[in-house]
């Protein structure tokens, strides 16, 4: 029978065979081709925070490049009557459940909620940002999504909108436009749709 030979590991050490090496430093995350931070390793869905308020289209958002310090990996193991199991060793949460949506989103700033005046008097100083190529359509206004990019990146909150529509002008708040837009595939086109009732004759 051969010798049987006990080995004192370190704390926080390691062996290899019966040597004592140094442990290797985990990698955590690597990096994408856009200089955001990509899971090596698994991490908490829930308390990662890898969504934000985008406060120009009025809604949360995942982040196209989260960091690193966006991830939670703090995750360790217990125990129940199945068996071992993973969780989250910062709130508590069960790895093998899926996060709800409402989970995953941060809260809205405050300002965000304040009412939209949908009836909005234009007066002689308001100036008018024309959209193009908009129909009607199933209850909407709707206009090619690139037209509606083009829009949205040369207005502010100074601007309001119009569209010439079945032969008559119609005019829309600037808030509006981007706060109750849906995205909708009509016809095999990619399109931005707002509802009619959120339209004044102009």
């Not at 829930?46 to 009025?58: D, F, H, I, M």
């Not at 309001?160 to 995205?183: F, H, P, Q």
């Amino acid at each position: 029978m051969s010798e049987i030979i006990i080995t004192d590991i370190p704390f926080q050490g390691a062996v290899s065979a019966q040597e004592i090496v140094t442990p290797r430093e985990e990698v955590l995350t690597f990096e994408n081709n856009f200089g955001g931070a990509v899971p090596n390793t698994v991490y908490c869905p829930s308390c990662s925070t890898l969504t934000e308020y985008n406060a120009k289209w009025g809604e949360v958002q995942e982040k196209r490049n989260p960091l690193e310090s966006d991830y939670c990996f703090e995750v360790g193991y217990s125990q129940d009557e199945t068996g071992l199991y993973a969780r989250c060793l910062r709130c508590d949460f069960d790895l093998r459940e899926t996060p709800s949506r409402e989970d995953l989103k941060p809260p809205k700033p405050k300002t965000q909620k304040q009412q939209v005046a949908i009836r909005q008097t234009l007066t002689a100083s308001t100036e008018l940002v024309w959209i193009a190529n908009v129909r009607y359509a199933s209850g909407l206004f709707i206009m090619p999504r690139k037209e509606f990019m083009r829009v949205a990146k040369l207005g502010s909150d100074k601007h309001n909108l119009a569209a010439r529509v079945g032969g008559s002008n119609y005019g829309l708040d600037w808030s509006v436009m981007l706060s109750e837009y849906k995205e909708i595939n009509h016809a095999g086109e990619e399109m931005i749709g707002i509802a009619r009732n959120h339209w004044r004759n102009l």
